[in-house]
């Protein structure tokens, strides 16, 4: 089984400034590891995500991740937020297969405010 | 771009009613999911579905909760007698199945309102 913890429940921001949204995880078995977001009353939206090879992984809206396996944690970043990234981010992720059929565990969920 | 469409955006039931909330996943996609999210929480694991049969189900999907791919392009999931607990937005998802296919596509949901 898998878990997922999203450090922060809320995160307010300055238009152009840094965010870093943290997310951790637990698994006994390899895993893929996603960022999703969600606007205001829509769905889920992939971000980006972590298969293999490069731990830095880059995604849509300037957004990136990287991967740590020592510490078991895929944090999201941006260099510089807009006014139209806010919205709700969700960490997730699902057990390595030879299927590619398994659930998606999300965390908690971190709503990113940017403010102008 | 191919999408997941649901149907309806938005129910509102009385308690101890059936719904069904529908879902067409994208055509060439094998696994298919639901999702649920209640209100200010996380998304949950409900069911999913392959080669016509359920391959996983969570605690929630109890025996109130069917899923039905009835025309080979439908995905139907249908509570049998709502209750108010069962008010959340419903997401549907499907997955390709080959190796490569490691991306859950969601659709935009369904909110579920029982009064």
């Known amino acids: 089984a898998q878990s997922v913890t999203q450090l922060d429940s809320q995160v307010p921001v300055f238009e152009e400034a840094p965010v870093e949204l943290r997310c951790n995880y637990s698994?006994?078995?390899?895993?893929?590891l996603f960022w999703y977001v969600q606007y205001p009353n829509q769905g889920l939206q992939l971000l980006l995500k972590?298969?293999?090879?490069?731990?830095l992984v880059k995604g849509i809206n300037g957004f990136e991740a990287e991967f740590n396996k020592s510490q078991t944690s895929f944090h999201l970043r941006k260099p510089s937020v807009h006014i139209s990234d806010t919205a709700e981010y969700f960490c997730?992720?699902?057990?390595?297969?030879?299927?590619?059929?398994?659930?998606?565990?999300f965390g908690e969920g971190t709503q990113l405010t940017v403010n102008p | 771009e191919p999408e997941v469409t649901q149907t309806p955006s938005h129910q509102v039931t009385q308690m101890g009613q059936e719904v069904i909330l529908r879902c067409v996943p994208i055509?060439?996609?094998?696994?298919f999911y639901w999702y649920r999210q209640i209100l200010g929480q996380k998304v949950e694991f409900l069911v999913s579905?392959?080669?016509?049969?359920?391959?996983?189900k969570s605690e929630i999907f109890d025996d109130q909760f069917s899923v039905e791919r009835p025309d080979g392009s439908n995905f139907t999931l249908k509570i049998r007698s709502t209750k108010l607990e069962d008010s959340a937005m419903y997401f549907c998802?499907?997955?390709?199945?080959?190796?490569?296919?490691?991306?859950?596509?969601f659709g935009q949901g369904t909110r579920l309102t029982v009064v």
């Open positions: 997730a992720v699902t057990a390595r297969a030879e299927t590619s059929g398994s659930r998606l565990t």
């Open positions: 972590y298969l293999s090879g490069s731990t």
């Open positions: 579905f392959y080669n016509n049969e359920i391959s996983e």
């Open positions: 698994s006994s078995v390899s895993v893929y």
């Open positions: 998802a499907s997955r390709g199945v080959d190796r490569g296919n490691t991306e859950a596509f």
């Open positions: 055509s060439n996609h094998l696994y």
